[in-house]
């Protein structure tokens, strides 16, 4: 791998460890209020949201939950919502799957070790490049 994609690579993950950690204490979107991260559940494991990833959606596996959203102290929660959860071609959905309402709609999600992400994706976001 040449130097500009091992650097194009470091600065994305760290861009993404960041993102996930500034969400997760509490981060605030462009107006300053409070802001819950991406997440679902599936098969009884937590998936967050992955940028910059680039996939190939496979099969449906069935329904996925995203939690309600608590960031204004119990005003205006956000209600759990159902969505569609997808096989990501080439990776086990242990790892990350596809959710959305269609396979032409969907958002890439992976689950995490603490702030770090999987190998399998970081591959995805390297080969993005």
């Known amino acids: 791998m040449s130097w500009a994609k091992r650097s194009v690579a470091a600065v994305l993950t760290a861009a993404v460890a960041a993102s996930v950690a500034a ?4 981060g605030t979107n462009a107006d300053g209020a409070a802001s819950c991260v991406y997440q679902v559940t599936y098969d009884g494991r937590t998936y967050r949201d992955v940028a910059n990833a ?3 959606v496979g099969r449906k596996l069935g329904a996925a939950t995203k939690p309600p959203c608590d960031d204004t102290g119990g005003q205006d929660e ?4 159902t969505e569609t959860a997808y096989a990501v071609a080439g990776i086990s959905p242990k ?4 959710v959305g309402d269609s396979p032409g709609d969907v958002q890439f999600v992976a689950v995490y070790s ?3 992400l999987p190998p399998e994706v970081k591959e995805l976001i390297t080969n993005a490049w």
């Open 78 to 81: 956000e209600p759990a919502t």
């Open 114 to 116: 603490g702030n770090k």
């Open 54 to 56: 680039e996939f190939t």
């Open 95 to 98: 790892v990350a799957i596809a």
């Open 23 to 26: 969400c997760t204490s509490g």
